[in-house]
Antibody, heavy 116, light 110 residues
Framework: QAQLVQSGSELREPGASVKVACKAS????????LHWVRQAPGQGLEWLGW????????TYAQDLPGRFVFSLDTSVSTTYLQINGLKSEDTGVYYC?????????WGQGTAVTVSS | SALAQSPSASGSLGQSVTISCTGT?????????VSWYQQHPGRAPKLLLY???KRPSGVPDRFSGSKSGNTASLTVSGLQAEDEADYYC???????????FGTGTKVTVL
């Protein structure tokens, strides 16, 4: 069945970088755009942006810092979220998701902890 | 900015609870692309409704949705213990922020 599987939890020091992977399977990867959503500890969901998996063009939420970069590798049906210059406020669970009417699938989430 | 939801709601087993989601004429009020998600602790969100009131396959008809103006609502009827969770609305917003989520409502089943 269609699923998104994300890479495992990450612990980084402030200023470091992290790259979260989201691998799609069970559906046509190029048809549906891939969204990234963040959930800070004890907080709600925040839409970070999406990437067009057909053209590889990312769109970022208006206030998202330029430290956040979406990319993809269509050869392995995988989308990536890279965060550079990590700050403590980047701590949270990051989800990748596809949503299009009733076709709605989410990755299991990747916890990113930024701490010295 | 985030769509406004009441932080908490509660209802007794078998009763109903309604959660509201208030946006603006640029998001909730502009179209019918409003979705509702259920999230249990430590789990990814699960789609309950899309396009205001459409249920994906497998979602019980105890979950229903409506919209009036800039406010969308989710009603959970016949509350069950497993309905205790956080609920989030989501809307297409267009512009620079294509999608926006609600602030979330924690539902407690008494």
């Amino acid at each position: 069945q269609a699923q998104l599987v994300q890479s495992g939890s990450e612990l980084r020091e402030p200023g470091a970088s992290v790259k979260v992977a989201c691998k799609a399977s069970g559906y046509n990867f190029n048809v549906y755009s891939l969204h990234w959503v963040r959930q800070a500890p004890g907080q709600g969901l925040e839409w970070l942006g999406w990437i067009n998996t057909n053209r590889g063009i990312p769109t970022y939420a208006q206030d998202l810092p330029g430290r956040f970069v979406f990319s993809l590798d269509t050869s392995v049906s995988t989308t990536y979220l890279q965060i550079n210059g990590l700050k403590s406020e980047d701590t949270g669970v990051y989800y990748c998701a596809v949503w299009d009417d009733s076709f709605d699938i989410w990755g299991q989430g990747t916890a990113v902890t930024v701490s010295s | 900015s985030a769509l406004a939801q009441s932080p908490s709601a509660s209802g007794s087993l078998g009763q109903s609870v309604t959660i509201s989601c208030t946006g603006t004429s640029r998001d909730v009020g502009a179209h019918n692309f409003v979705s509702w998600y259920q999230q249990h602790p430590g789990r990814a969100p699960k789609l309950l409704l899309y396009e205001v009131n459409k249920r994906p396959s497998g979602v019980p008809d105890r979950f229903s949705g409506s919209k009036s103006g800039n406010t969308a609502s989710l009603t959970v009827s016949g509350l069950q213990a497993e309905d205790e969770a956080d609920y989030y609305c989501s809307s297409y917003a267009g512009g620079d922020n294509l999608y926006v989520f609600g602030t979330g409502t924690k539902v407690t089943v008494l």
